[in-house]
């Protein structure tokens, strides 16, 4: 158990709808990121969030946005959903973003989407 | 740009087979960060280990070694004595320089240990 927890563990819905995963990090940490693992794109970051602000950006659409909230639980917010946006989404977290930290990143289990 | 390449993409072995697992990366940084998780049918990552660009000493964990080679931009990764439970998918991962530590990953490498 690594401490980070994602909600839900699965879910599946419609086109052109939204959804919102939600993450709790590991006790302490202040840094939030968001992967997507899909077949064809492998382990994609998506941002990172460090005590509520966004820290780094990556590969995220337009349509997916997150945030960090006071207490540090993030959520990532997908919407106007595709077939292509089907994939495991990781929430993971580490205790601080200095220059160059080189933190141990520790992942949560994934929340599975299934757009239909 | 940070990239890191693992071009075994499946791997069968034997129950108690040795097998090594390779990962090359490329980075401009002199200082970086090099990890290893694995990532079970079940799904979650799980981390094994961190290694700094400083310190080439081999280390080995139980039935886990792994060899890091500045010279060679290589950090393999060895499990001695497979058991099914090793079946996994295993990644490398190359953390980002700057004031970050996001990771870029490798494609990953299917194992599968047969009984």
């Known amino acids: 158990d690594s401490g980070v927890t994602q909600t839900p563990k699965h879910l599946i819905t419609a086109t052109g709808q939204r959804v919102t995963l939600r993450c709790s990090p590991r006790?302490?940490?202040?840094?939030v990121y968001w992967y997507q693992q899909s077949l064809d794109q492998g382990l994609q970051f998506l941002i990172q969030?460090?005590?509520?602000?966004?820290?780094a950006k990556g590969n995220i659409l337009e349509r997916f946005s997150a945030q960090q909230f006071p207490d540090l639980h993030s959520e990532l917010n997908l919407s106007s959903l595709e077939l292509g946006d089907s994939a495991l989404y990781f929430c993971?977290?580490?205790?601080?973003?200095?220059?160059?930290?080189?933190?141990?990143?520790?992942f949560g289990e994934g929340s599975w989407l299934t757009v239909v | 740009a940070q990239k890191v390449t693992q071009a075994q993409t499946e791997i069968s072995v034997v129950e108690k087979e040795d097998v090594t697992l390779d990962c090359v990366y490329e980075?401009?940084?002199?200082?970086?960060?090099l990890f290893w998780y694995k990532q079970p049918p079940s799904g979650e990552l799980v981390f094994l280990i961190r290694?700094?660009?400083?310190?080439?000493q081999n280390e080995i964990s139980g039935r886990y070694s792994w060899n890091f080679q500045k010279s060679t931009s290589s950090f393999n990764f060895t499990i001695t004595a497979s058991q099914v439970v090793d079946s996994a998918v295993y990644f490398c991962?190359?953390?980002?320089?700057?004031?970050?530590?996001?990771?870029?990953f490798g494609k990953g490498i299917t194992l599968s240990v047969r009984p």
């Open positions: 991962a190359l953390s980002d320089p700057g004031a970050n530590s996001k990771l870029t």
């Open positions: 290694r700094n660009s400083f310190d080439e």
């Open positions: 993971a977290s580490s205790p601080h973003a200095q220059k160059h930290s080189g933190n141990t990143i520790y």
């Open positions: 969030y460090y005590n509520g602000e966004e820290r």
């Open positions: 006790s302490g940490d202040l840094s």
């Open positions: 980075t401009r940084d002199t200082t970086y960060y």
